[in-house]
């Protein structure tokens, strides 16, 4: 028994609505609801077995490199049989190439499906060469339809399948056109039924929409094991791979990459190569270490504070939270007395990078506090710690990381929350504590 009924979905979120809506109630975009058919199936499903818990034997889940460290990483440490990828990036980002390059190791399993929705062989091949992969293990397949992916995929029975891009796969079930919420749900749906029958890690590649969120965000996510998303910026070589979900390892996880002629090279020592052009001995610089996953990663913040030439003073902040950046300066005035009202403001994490971490407060108002005073911080300090609103300073996770990161890269002097610096002396660096961020500006300025 079957029975179709027009729904109106929102081609954002993929909330539905049986009548068409100018502003979609689930996530407030505007002008997003298409009309789409939707069969639904009302068959009786086999129901599965129940189990006892204790009588099922699972490995513990081999895992299968990809050959390239900073992915296997991403990835929890590598791949998982069965498991579903989703690698999430803008257009040109390096999302075919990270995959191409992964899947030189990968063949070590056996063949290779790659399915190429959006180029054509000869530009696969053109890339491969750039790459100098040769293998005969990687299996081209130039299809769009997603019976027709299936099918060939139970012929040749392949190790690892490869969808390039999602946004391009359509089911013959479905009216509604490639890349809307109902035919990528189905898709990925299907594949992923697929993957997990047949034990097969699957890669799906899919493209960003300019909001910052993969088309049919919330609807991909949930399917999937693994959310991957590619960062960077165009007039940047740096490429940043992060974990957003894993249900094989820890999110937040980052992979460092450089864009090179040949591919994307790994970034063993990220740290070393965030703070290679970072000018010494100038206001408005200062050394923080945030923990990305579970490595720490030492970055440069840069403020600049010039008198304001409007009435309603500039502020931008790249790379950090506009709000949060806004708070450190309301603190700053208050317990500080700086006059920042009448300032424009900018703030910027040198890389590319985007940190989204309390831990670099302190660091954030060091650089603001240095280039307002005009004052440079010691090329061989550093700073991190959590700023509340009454101006404390609170200790943060991990601390020792942290020190350990930065004694590798020969800083020597840190000022850290003082209810973590007790415990972190022995690594060969001077540790100050400090309370609040009167004593910080304190200690970093007299
Ligand atoms: P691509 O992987 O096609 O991006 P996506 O699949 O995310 O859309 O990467 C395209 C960009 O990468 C393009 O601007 C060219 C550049 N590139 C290199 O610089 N070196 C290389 O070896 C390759 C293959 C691409
Ligand atoms: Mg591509």
Redesign the pocket.
């Known amino acids: 028994m079957s029975r179709t009924k027009i729904l109106y979905q929102c081609q954002n979120c993929g909330h539905a609505s049986l009548k068409w809506l100018g502003k979609c109630p689930d996530c407030g975009e505007w002008n997003s609801f298409v009309e789409e058919e939707r069969v639904a199936k009302l068959k009786k499903q086999k129901t599965a077995e129940p189990v006892v818990l204790s009588d099922i034997s699972a490995s513990t889940g081999a895992r299968y490199s990809t050959g390239i460290k900073e992915l296997d990483r991403t990835l929890g440490g590598g791949v998982v049989k069965g498991s579903v990828v989703l690698i999430g990036?803008d257009?040109?980002?390096?999302?075919?190439?990270i995959i191409l390059q992964s899947l030189k190791g990968l063949t070590d399993l056996g063949k290779v499906l790659y399915v190429s929705g959006e180029e054509s062989p000869e530009q696969v091949k053109l890339?491969a060469e750039?790459?100098q992969i040769a293998s005969n293990s990687i299996i081209l397949l130039p299809e769009t339809s997603l019976e027709g992916i299936i099918s060939v995929a139970q012929d040749i029975n392949p190790q690892v399948i490869v969808i390039d891009s999602i946004q391009t796969i359509f089911s013959l079930e479905l009216p509604s056109a490639p890349g809307s919420v109902s035919q990528i749900r189905e898709c990925a749906t299907k594949l992923m039924f697929f993957a997990k029958k047949y034990s097969v890690p699957l890669f799906i590649?899919g493209h960003v929409t300019k909001e910052g969120a993969i088309a049919g965000p919330k609807v991909l996510e949930h399917i999937v094991d693994t959310v991957l998303y590619?960062e960077g910026d165009k007039g940047n070589p740096f490429r940043i791979l992060r974990t957003v979900k894993n249900r094989f390892g820890s999110t937040n996880e980052i992979g460092v990459f450089e864009?090179?002629?040949?591919?994307l090279k790994e970034v063993d020592n990220p740290s070393q190569l965030f703070l290679s052009e970072r000018p010494l001995n100038v206001p408005g610089s200062v050394v923080t270490v945030s923990l990305e996953g579970t490595r720490p990663l030492l970055v440069e913040i840069q403020a600049l504070v010039t008198t304001s030439n409007f009435g309603v003073p500039r502020r931008t902040a790249l790379g950090v939270d506009y709000n949060r950046v806004n708070l450190l300066i309301a603190v700053l005035d208050k317990r500080l007395g700086m006059h920042l009202g009448a300032m424009d403001i900018f703030i910027n994490i040198v890389g590319g990078l985007k940190i989204d971490e309390p831990a670099i407060d302190t660091g954030i108002i060091a650089a603001i506090a240095s280039s307002y005073k005009n004052n440079v911080i010691g090329p061989g300090t550093f700073t991190f710690g959590e700023v509340g609103l009454s101006g404390e300073v609170r200790a943060i996770s991990q601390a020792e990381t942290r020190i350990k990161e930065a004694a590798k890269l020969g800083f020597a002097k840190g000022i850290v929350p003082a209810n973590n610096a007790q415990r972190l002396e022995g690594h060969g660096i001077e540790i100050i504590g400090v309370k609040n961020v009167e004593e910080t500006i304190e200690i970093l300025f007299y």
């Open positions: 990036g257009p040109g980002i390096g999302k075919s190439t890339r750039r790459l590649i590619f864009m090179q002629e040949s591919g």
